[in-house]
C-alpha cells in the first residue's frame, strides 16, 4: 500500500512540474508579445513606468499597444487623436498607419480633417447614422467644396 502512494505522489508532482513549465512558457510569451507591442508604439524605455508618469500621447500609445499585442487583424480606433496636440497626434498616426501597413484593417473614426486629408485612405463619410460618401483614397475636405 505505501508503495503505491508513493508512485501516485510522483505522478502527481510530475504532472504539477510540467503545468508549472507550460505556465511558465505562456508567461515568457505573453512578455514577448508584451515587449513586441511596446517597442512598436515607442516606449520601450518607458516600460516600467505608471500611468500617471506618462504624458496623453505616450498613454495614447500605450492604449494602442494593448489593442495590437495579440496581433488582431482587425483595429477600431475611436478618435485615436482626439485630446492630442497635433504633433503627437501625427505620431499617434504613424504608429496607426504602420499597424496598418503590416496587415492590421484599421477602422478608425476621427473628425481631424488634416488627418484624413494627410493620409488619403480609403473614406466612409456618415451624417446622422447614414452613408453620404465612400471614396477608395478619399479626404475629408472633398465633401465640403
Known sequence: MLAGMDVARINFSHGNYEEQQDRIERVKEVRKKVMNAIEKVGLKEKFRS??????????????????????????????????????????????????????T????????????????????????????GDREKGGYSKWNT
Open 50 to 103: 505608471y500611468p500617471d508618469q506618462l504624458s496623453g500621447g505616450e498613454q495614447q500609445r500605450v492604449s494602442i499597444a494593448r489593442a495590437i499585442v495579440n496581433s488582431p487583424k482587425i483595429l477600431i480606433c475611436d478618435e485615436p487623436t482626439g485630446n492630442l496636440d497635433p504633433s503627437t497626434s501625427m505620431e499617434i498616426m504613424e504608429i496607426i498607419n504602420k499597424i496598418n501597413e503590416d496587415g
Open 105 to 132: 484593417t484599421v477602422i478608425m473614426a476621427t473628425h481631424d480633417k488634416d488627418i484624413v486629408d494627410h493620409y488619403k485612405k480609403r473614406v466612409i463619410q456618415l451624417e446622422k447614422g447614414m452613408l453620404v
